[in-house]
């Protein structure tokens, strides 16, 4: 019987803020912050008892990954009115900053499949365990 546990988690925040100032009753201010921060968890373990895994005996991996994207917009507004006539301008500056990060372990040929993902280092694959990682 071929059995497989695949769990993944997941943990995410998005929210915005902005404030407006007037320097004058001509000239105002909009700063915006805006943040998305997502973080996952996934647990996978394929068992060893089915036909694609019996080279295997078994295949564990854990990842989490971590996620923050941050955006600030500032919007600069002048609007003058001069007799008959209106005059206006917008300036818009924005700055956007990532930064990512993964973790993983993977492991096969397990003596049983009891511990599953919670004992990978029980793995007996003759390279040991495979360990990944990434940030941008």
């Not at 071929?2 to 001509?26: I, P, V």
């Not at 923050?68 to 818009?92: R, S």
Request: without cysteine.
């Amino acid at each position: 019987i071929e059995s497989t546990t695949d769990l993944t988690t997941a943990d995410r925040f998005l929210g915005n803020l902005f404030a407006d100032y007037a320097f004058t009753k001509d000239l105002h201010l909009r700063v915006l912050v805006g943040a998305d921060i997502d973080t996952r968890e996934k647990n996978y373990y394929f068992s060893g008892d089915g036909e694609r895994a019996v080279s295997q005996q078994g295949i564990a991996s854990i990842g989490t990954t971590h996620g923050v994207n941050l955006l600030n917009t500032n919007i600069l507004t002048y609007n003058k009115k001069i007799g008959k006539h209106e005059l206006g301008a917008t300036a818009v500056y924005e700055l956007q900053t990532r930064n990512f990060k993964s973790h993983n372990l993977s492991n096969s040929i397990f003596i049983t499949d009891i511990t599953q993902y919670n004992d990978i280092g029980a793995g007996t694959a003759p390279n040991g365990i495979l360990i990944g990682s990434n940030q941008t």
